[in-house]
Antibody, heavy 122, light 106 residues
Framework: EVQLVESGGGLARPGGSLRLSCAAS????????MHWVRQGPAKGLVWVSR????????SYAESVKGRFTVSRDNTRNTLYLHMDSLRAEDTAVYYC???????????????WGQGTLVTVSS | SYELTQPPSVSVSPGQTARITCSGD??????AFWYRQNPGQAPILVIY???QRPPGIPARFSGSSSGATVTLTISGVQAEDEADYYC?????????FGGGTKLTVL
């Protein structure tokens, strides 16, 4: 069974840092691009970041560029999101998702992890 | 604001057909994908490439596309279909989502 399990969420102070992890199982992790998508309280889905299958290519939403860093360890089948300079508006459930489709698109997300809650508050 | 526009809510009675639209210029040239999110749960994919149904998704879910608008149709709506539904596509800046539609089964 394909599974994605996030961890690392919690309470952080404004300006603080957190590192999220996503443990993948049931598929060849090193063959897939991976993404992070977040959802603020009672809000919609927002794409955050993506990383290529080999980890060499990354991209970010403008709202997190320069503050968040996505990485992966294909030997541990784990995806990471390191979040610095956290702001109140970063408060959200963060989902780890596997990208499906072809390298040049179109691309969609399946499956999604259960999510991990990040709360930024003083 | 969202570059993909969905109605905030749609209501139908059990057994009726629900239609949820998603509009945006990018949809005229890019595929759309649909996700369903039950309360407190993660989204799941219900339609990909405008009208393809993943394994395990009931046949009552279908998708269609016309110009810059795509439509998710749920035939014979059941109580368990009450959820939030999101469309997704891509534009020059990357992945974009619609604002979501809450489907209420009366």
């Amino acid at each position: 069974e394909v599974q994605l399990v996030e961890s690392g969420g919690g309470l952080a102070r404004p300006g603080g840092s957190l590192r999220l992890s996503c443990a993948a199982s049931g598929f060849t992790f090193s063959s897939y691009w991976m993404h992070w998508v977040r959802q603020g309280p009672a809000k919609g889905l927002v794409w955050v970041s993506r990383i290529s299958s080999d980890g060499d290519t990354t991209s970010y939403a403008e709202s997190v560029k320069g503050r968040f860093t996505v990485s992966r360890d294909n030997t541990r089948n784990t995806l990471y999101l390191h979040m610095d300079s956290l702001r109140a508006e970063d408060t959200a459930v963060y989902y780890c998702v596997r990208e499906r489709g072809s390298p040049n698109g179109p691309n969609w997300f399946d499956p999604w992890g259960q999510g991990t809650l990040v709360t930024v508050s003083s | 604001s969202y570059e993909l526009t969905q109605p905030p809510s749609v209501s139908v009675s059990p057994g009726q057909t629900a239609r949820i639209t998603c509009s945006g210029d990018v949809l005229a040239k890019n595929y759309a994908f649909w996700y369903r999110q039950n309360p407190g749960q993660a989204p799941i994919l219900v339609i990909y490439k405008d009208n393809q149904r993943p394994p395990g998704i009931p046949a009552r879910f279908s998708g269609s596309s016309s110009g810059a608008t795509v439509t998710l149709t749920i035939s014979g709506v059941q109580a368990e279909d009450e959820a939030d539904y999101y469309c997704q596509s891509t534009d020059n800046s990357g992945v974009i989502f619609g604002g979501g539609t809450k489907l209420t089964v009366l």
